[in-house]
């Protein structure tokens, strides 16, 4: 039977390009920013404890959960809100925040998920240009309207490795409206060891505009259970709890989370690996004759342009490298068609990544 009135969606959903992850069919996968270490065999275990239970719901305000992040990064347990990984909570602050006529404002090569949880509720995308593939504050500043109701920053920033200092997150702060929300995206603060890196948290103590979000996905390495947070004012928090689900994170979840967080000793060394071995790879990446661009996360973003001989495609690297079971990440969604993103993995992986590359470049 041939359907003629079937259901239209609001307008401007079909103007979203569907977000797409990194391709997952490899043996080394350098496409997602996944941990390199895996999780805390701590984690592991308490997930597996949780086996005989997933009959039961889990509870609703993650509260252990909720006691463990507090306790880790001594903040108000009262003013956290658990998510289904960082991306809900970011779709949540939009759909509070936003709607048809308002605008929701990121740097020019900021996480794709703001241009699309905005889309989602009819409010308008908004970049601002980068300056060296750094957010540019005074280029945000200049783009704030009295329809700015949400401003992204994502902090370091992803895909480009870049980060805003405390002081220059506090002056793009000091430059919005009181009614603007500052989201602070901080999914990659636990791999950062500059002195003058502000993750939002002192700013979300000191103002009612100011949220962070974090997660559980990068160096915890729980990307498969979903798992983030946000730590908000408590206006915000509460209209957080208003608007997510009642169960949005799962028992085996918030165990694994709060199990992760207890094992110090394993955070750290995996912190150690990823700045040896992107230190390591970024010098490996140079002596070929790419660009590495500085990068304080747990990946470098590859730059092919200006190779000779038609090497600079990214492209046809990223294709010569899935050759060899070598997963790395397209940029030309955020704008960056002649890089390849690649995640800082194992010893192994980094050293047979470079060694495909050097292939490729006929080195």
């Known amino acids: 039977m041939t359907v003629t009135n079937a259901p239209t969606p609001r307008p401007g959903i079909l103007d979203i390009a569907p977000y797409v992850g990194g391709e997952a069919a490899g043996t080394v996968r350098l496409a997602s920013n996944e ?3 895996g999780p805390s065999p701590r984690a592991v275990e308490a997930y597996r404890r949780m086996a005989g239970e997933i009959h039961r719901y889990p509870d609703g305000g993650s509260r252990a959960l909720r006691d463990a992040i507090a306790a880790r990064f001594d903040l108000d347990a009262a003013r956290l809100v658990c998510g289904s990984g960082s991306d809900e909570l970011i779709g949540l602050l ?11 404002l990121y740097s020019e090569h900021g996480f794709l998920m703001y241009p699309i949880a905005a889309k989602s509720v009819g409010a308008t995308p908004v970049t601002a240009p980068e300056r060296g593939l750094k957010t540019d504050v005074d280029a945000m500043l200049a ?3 009295p329809r700015t109701r949400i401003v992204f920053i994502a902090n370091p920033n992803n895909p480009t490795g870049s980060y805003l200092s405390a002081d220059e997150l506090g002056r793009l702060h000091a430059g919005l409206p009181s009614g603007t929300l500052l989201v602070v995206d901080a999914a990659y603060a636990e791999y950062v060891s500059r002195n003058d890196y502000a993750s939002g948290r002192e700013l979300v103590d000191r103002f009612d505009n100011v949220v962070m979000t974090r997660t559980f996905s990068k160096i915890f390495a729980l990307g498969s259970l979903r798992l983030g947070w946000a730590y908000a004012p408590a206006a915000v928090a509460d209209v957080l709890n208003r608007v997510r689900g009642p169960f949005n994170v799962s028992g ?3 165990a694994a989370g709060v199990a992760a967080l207890e094992d110090a ?3 750290e060394r995996s912190r150690v690996h990823n700045e040896t071995w992107r230190s390591w790879f970024a010098d490996a990446v140079t002596a070929l004759g790419l660009t590495a661009h500085p990068s304080i996360g747990n990946f ?5 342009k200006g190779q000779s001989a038609g090497k600079d495609d990214a492209e046809a690297a990223r294709l010569f490298l899935k050759e ?3 997963l790395v990440r397209q940029m030309q969604a955020y704008g960056l068609p002649s890089c390849l993103r690649v995640s800082i993995g194992t010893e192994a992986e980094m050293r047979k990544v470079a060694a495909a590359l050097k292939d490729f470049l006929g080195k």
């Open 35 to 37: 941990g390199a270490l």
């Open 94 to 104: 939009v759909r509070a925040y936003a709607g048809p006529g308002d605008e929701v």
């Open 143 to 145: 783009r704030v309207t």
């Open 252 to 254: 085996a979840a918030q």
């Open 265 to 267: 000793e394993f955070l």
């Open 300 to 304: 470098l973003l590859v730059d092919f």
């Open 324 to 326: 060899r079971g070598i």
